[in-house]
């Protein structure tokens, strides 16, 4: 009995295309040229695997005779914020920087419910054009954009509006034309009757009723002066009379042996008030007499100063 191990089962034959294949990838590999190649008339034969092999982005796989030409590296992904007064703020996952800002827009169509062309994206206080792709823009991961809603961009519609100001304004000029015909055929004005009288300014032309309104307000402002002259006037006269009636009362007090008010002789047994005048004993209260002094501030002062005064002890 033989002490080795179990036997390993024996494999089965490989099929002359998985040989004639290895034959290939290998060949390629040190830069050979494969065995079909060399048994063939020259013309090179390879299988559709090998030359998946040998151009194979996803893995990067070169080989010796693909020296010179360039490897192509899929773009980077990255992750942005979309923010601003069309839509909540959102995000966009996973989206490759070498697509379009169309295209982002396509994709934000969905979460925004704006069409494309009512989009309007800034990044950094730029506005970014639909042909510029995210990596020229600036984008990297993480940036933030503005999303705002913007007018429709279609040629179309562009035409339309356009189509349709023109002809408002084509409707304007020639209204605004009527209309001066119609200033033109009126009658002529009723002060020069040379230029034509207009409605608006009660049949006068634009030179005559300019004219007479600068000479209405010259006139209006010539009766404010005037008035504001009478009142001042007024106001002086007012006071000079206040001024002559305290003269004659201060003049008709001069003798105080006599009362005030009624003009008996009271000789030295009159009472003198606060007001400044001498009252006999009937007129000697300030009610008496319409007296023009305050007794009730005066009052009140003192009543002040003595609660003062208590208030200290």
Same mark, same amino acid.
Request: charged letters at 35%; aromatic letters at 4%.
């Given at each position: 009995?033989?002490? =080795?191990?179990?036997?390993?089962?024996?494999?089965?034959?490989?099929?002359?295309?998985?040989?004639?294949?290895?034959?290939?990838?290998?060949?390629?590999?040190?830069?050979?040229?494969?065995?079909?190649?060399?048994?063939?008339?020259?013309?090179?034969?390879?299988?559709?695997?090998?030359?998946?092999?040998? #151009?194979?982005?996803?893995?990067?796989?070169?080989?010796?005779?693909?020296?010179?030409?360039?490897?192509?590296?899929?773009?980077?992904?990255?992750?942005?914020?979309?923010?601003?007064?069309?839509?909540?703020?959102?995000?966009?996952?996973?989206?490759?920087?070498?697509? #379009?800002?169309?295209?982002?827009?396509?994709?934000?169509?969905?979460?925004?419910?704006?069409?494309?062309?009512?989009?309007?994206?800034?990044?950094?206080?730029?506005?970014?054009?639909?042909?510029?792709?995210?990596?020229?823009?600036?984008? =990297?991961?993480?940036?933030?954009?503005?999303?705002?809603?913007? #007018?429709?961009?279609?040629?179309?519609?562009?035409?339309?509006?356009?189509? &349709?100001?023109?002809?408002?304004?084509?409707?304007?000029?020639?209204?605004?034309?009527? &209309?001066?015909?119609?200033?033109?055929?009126?009658?002529?004005?009723?002060?020069?009757?040379?230029?034509?009288?207009?409605?608006?300014?009660?049949?006068?032309?634009?030179?005559?009723?300019? &004219?007479?309104?600068?000479?209405?307000?010259?006139?209006?402002?010539?009766?404010?002066?005037?008035?504001?002259?009478?009142?001042?006037?007024?106001?002086?006269?007012?006071?000079?009379?206040?001024?002559?009636?305290?003269?004659?009362?201060?003049?008709?007090?001069?003798?105080?042996?006599?009362?005030?008010?009624?003009?008996?002789?009271?000789?030295?047994?009159?009472?003198?008030?606060?007001?400044?005048?001498?009252?006999?004993? #009937?007129?000697?209260?300030?009610?008496?007499?319409?007296?023009?002094?305050?007794?009730?501030?005066?009052?009140?002062?003192?009543?002040?100063?003595?609660?003062?005064?208590?208030?200290?002890?």
């Amino acid at each position: 009995m033989d002490a =080795a191990g179990p036997e390993e089962p024996a494999r089965p034959p490989s099929s002359p295309f998985v040989q004639r294949l290895r034959e290939e990838i290998s060949s390629a590999r040190r830069g050979e040229d494969p065995p079909s190649s060399r048994e063939g008339s020259g013309v090179l034969r390879r299988s559709g695997f090998a030359s998946s092999c040998r #151009t194979s982005e996803s893995r990067g796989v070169r080989f010796a005779d693909d020296e010179g030409s360039n490897l192509v590296v899929p773009a980077p992904k990255i992750s942005l914020r979309v923010k601003g007064t069309a839509a909540k703020p959102f995000r966009v996952e996973s989206v490759n920087t070498d697509i #379009t800002v169309l295209d982002l827009k396509m994709l934000c169509q969905s979460t925004c419910l704006l069409e494309p062309d009512q989009q309007r994206m800034l990044h950094k206080g730029k506005i970014i054009h639909d042909n510029q792709t995210l990596e020229g823009a600036g984008l =990297a991961d993480g940036a933030i954009i503005f999303l705002v809603r913007g #007018t429709t961009g279609r040629p179309e519609s562009r035409d339309a509006r356009e189509h &349709e100001r023109k002809k408002e304004l084509e409707r304007t000029r020639q209204r605004q034309e009527a &209309e001066a015909r119609a200033l033109m055929a009126g009658p002529p004005c009723l002060d020069c009757g040379v230029n034509p009288g207009r409605l608006q300014t009660d049949g006068l032309c634009s030179i005559c009723f300019r &004219e007479q309104v600068v000479k209405e307000n010259r006139m209006l402002k010539k009766r404010r002066e005037e008035a504001k002259r009478r009142e001042q006037q007024a106001a002086v006269e007012e006071e000079n009379r206040k001024k002559e009636e305290a003269k004659r009362l201060l003049i008709s007090q001069q003798d105080p042996t006599k009362c005030y008010m009624c003009r008996k002789k009271i000789g030295l047994t009159g009472f003198v008030c606060e007001c400044g005048y001498s009252f006999c004993a #009937t007129h000697r209260y300030a009610e008496d007499h319409a007296c023009t002094f305050d007794h009730r501030a005066r009052g009140r002062d003192l009543l002040a100063k003595q609660s003062a005064a208590e208030s200290t002890k």
